[in-house]
């Protein structure tokens, strides 16, 4: 059973730094591209990151790009996005996906992506 842990949420003022933790089990884990999208109620869920099976290939939506990385480490069953110069417009629910392949979309698509995390909530306010 594919397991995505999130964690490393929390408040913090703009301009501030946050670094997310998704620890997960199940699966051959350096075999898939991961993913983090993050969803306000009320929206569509938002693809922040991809990251694909080997570490070497990100992509990141516009609104995220300079500020926020992702990365992961393959020994340890873990991804990470880091997020800096947070604005408040970055307040939202985050999550952890896997793929059901090695690379990355260049449009994400749900199906492609049907495992998540249960969440972890980053608030950006002053």
Known sequence: E??????????????????LSCVASGFIFNAFALAWARQVPGKELEWVAQIDAGGRITRYTDSVKGRFTVSRAND?????????????????????????????????????????????QVTVSS
Do not use: F, H, I
């Open 2 to 19: 594919v397991q995505l842990v999130e964690s490393g949420g929390g408040e913090v003022q703009p301009g501030g730094s946050l670094r």
């Open 76 to 120: 340890k069953n873990v991804v990470y996005l880091q997020l800096d110069s947070l604005k408040t417009e970055d307040t939202a629910m985050y999550y952890c996906l896997k793929s059901r392949y090695s690379g990355v979309q260049s449009t994400p698509q749900a199906r492609v992506w049907p495992d998540r995390g249960q969440g972890t």
